[in-house]
């Protein structure tokens, strides 16, 4: 089973409450196709502008199991208020740096 654990925008979090990240993951659709079983170990913001909160919660994600990171459609698509993070790539390249290697960030969900 792969663990993963999601981390989405903190502006979207009163308008979505995360339903199309579990479908995808759940029924392996989106950036979840191909995977074996997922198990969602985790689904926090990114703590606001300007998403530094992520590299730690992505960090915390991966001590308690998660073999995959997601940065939610939110972040990477600006579903559903049409407008990206515009810090989405710098927030993808800290966390890659504190996580390591061995974990694979995806960048987007659904």
Do not use: W
């Not at 198990?39 to 994600?61: D, L, T």
């Amino acid at each position: 089973m792969k663990k993963i654990g999601i981390i989405r925008c903190r502006q979207t979090e009163d308008m979505c409450p995360g339903s199309n990240c579990f479908k995808t993951a759940k029924e392996n659709l989106g950036a979840f196709q191909g995977m074996e079983a997922i198990e969602v170990v985790g689904f926090v913001s990114c703590g606001g502008c300007p998403g530094k909160r992520a590299v730690h919660r992505a960090k915390q994600m991966v001590e308690r199991g998660a073999e995959v990171v997601v940065q939610a459609s939110c972040i990477t698509k600006g579903t559903p208020i049409g407008f990206p993070c515009p810090f989405a790539e710098e927030m993808r390249t800290a966390i890659k740096r504190r996580v390591g290697d061995t974990i694979q960030v995806l960048t987007y969900s659904h």
